[in-house]
């Protein structure tokens, strides 16, 4: 069944990713169609035109409908009741409920999870955090994750295992960000609050717009992006063995003190004083850390998500279920 819709008045012309009203730009690709949830058996779409418009801010952009989100094929019911299913259900019972591929629902997981936190800040009220590591795939693929000791939700997390480095270069990136909102540079805090997987992502993952944000900061920002370097200098220390390695170490050490970055000054500290064991594991290969407590909980939902197109799918998974992103159940009465 295929239901043709149009928008409201008031939402026309906006631009479908900051929601600003838009001059029109042309007529698209013309009419459209989103999945939306099936009526008993029989699979239901939306059709309506898809205008573009140019936006101040994003260019030309297919203007924003009400009924889904940005660059979604489904309508945000559809979404929800996805999101909310892959909780609650098995692999199985979703992609055949839903008749939709696996991967599809990876996708759908990551649009639902990005779409809520953008909405609110998952650090406001933060006050204590604990780290971890999980291992989601062979071959050494890990994720640290930062969990919410007050609430006992999952705030964030990111491919890698680089507990220290991470945490020095997220503390900069929050420190440059909350500074230029304070002076009143707000389109430049825009900039960097958008910036921050490509200074998370190592250089080869990059993608084009990551890539083109990364020279952007390397423009305008040095101590952001020497605290980029910084952090990747330090990454490729432990890719190296022996001599080459420690070498390598001293040259970050050395860079690290007189950098005059806080974070980077004081990590610079926590290496010398841990030296013995980083140069027992770069000349042999070992770790002394210690195990760090698993969660049970996102080890399940790592095997889960086995099929999943990329790793950012898997984490929007974990924050789906244990950050407290899961929607409610479309046509559901709470409250």
Not at 271 to 285: M, N, P, Q, W, Y
């Amino acid at each position: 069944m295929v239901v043709s819709v149009r928008p409201r008045r008031a939402t026309k012309r906006r631009c479908g990713r900051c929601g600003a009203r838009s001059g029109r730009y042309d007529n698209g690709e013309g009419r459209r169609r989103w999945r939306a949830l099936d009526l008993g058996v029989v699979k239901a779409y939306v059709e309506a035109e898809a205008p573009r418009v140019r936006c101040r801010d994003h260019g030309v952009v297919v203007a924003q409908v009400p009924w889904a989100r940005h660059g979604a094929g489904h309508t945000r019911a559809f979404d929800d009741q996805v999101a909310w299913l892959v909780t609650h259900c098995s692999k199985t019972a979703v992609t055949e409920l839903m008749r939709v591929a696996w991967r599809t629902v990876g996708t759908i997981v990551g649009r639902v999870v990005a779409d809520a936190r953008e909405a609110a800040d998952p650090f406001d009220g933060l006050r204590r955090i604990g780290i971890d590591e999980i291992s989601h795939k062979r071959g050494h693929r890990y994720l640290t994750v930062v969990v919410d000791h007050d609430s006992g939700r999952l705030i964030w997390a990111a491919p890698g295992r680089d507990k220290a480095t991470l945490e020095a270069s997220f503390v900069v990136r929050r420190e440059t960000w909350n500074t230029a909102r304070r002076v009143g540079l707000a389109g430049r805090a825009k900039q960097l609050k958008g910036c921050r997987y490509a200074l998370w992502k190592n250089p080869e993952n990059l993608t084009g717009r990551q890539a083109g944000k990364l020279a952007w900061i390397a423009r305008h920002n040095n101590r952001l992006y020497r605290a980029y370097l910084l952090k990747e200098q330090f990454r490729l220390v432990f890719q190296h063995r022996g001599a080459e390695a420690i070498a390598m170490l001293d040259a970050w050490l050395s860079w690290a003190r007189r950098c005059r970055i806080p974070a980077f000054v004081d990590l610079a500290r926590r290496v010398v004083k841990h030296r013995a064991a980083i140069e027992a594991t770069l000349t042999h290969g070992l770790s002394n850390a210690l195990v760090e407590s698993t969660n049970t909980k996102l080890r399940l939902l790592t095997r889960l998500a086995y099929g999943f197109r990329s790793t950012d799918n898997l984490i929007a998974l974990c924050l789906l279920d244990r950050g407290g992103y899961c929607p409610p159940l479309p046509g559901s009465q709470t409250g």
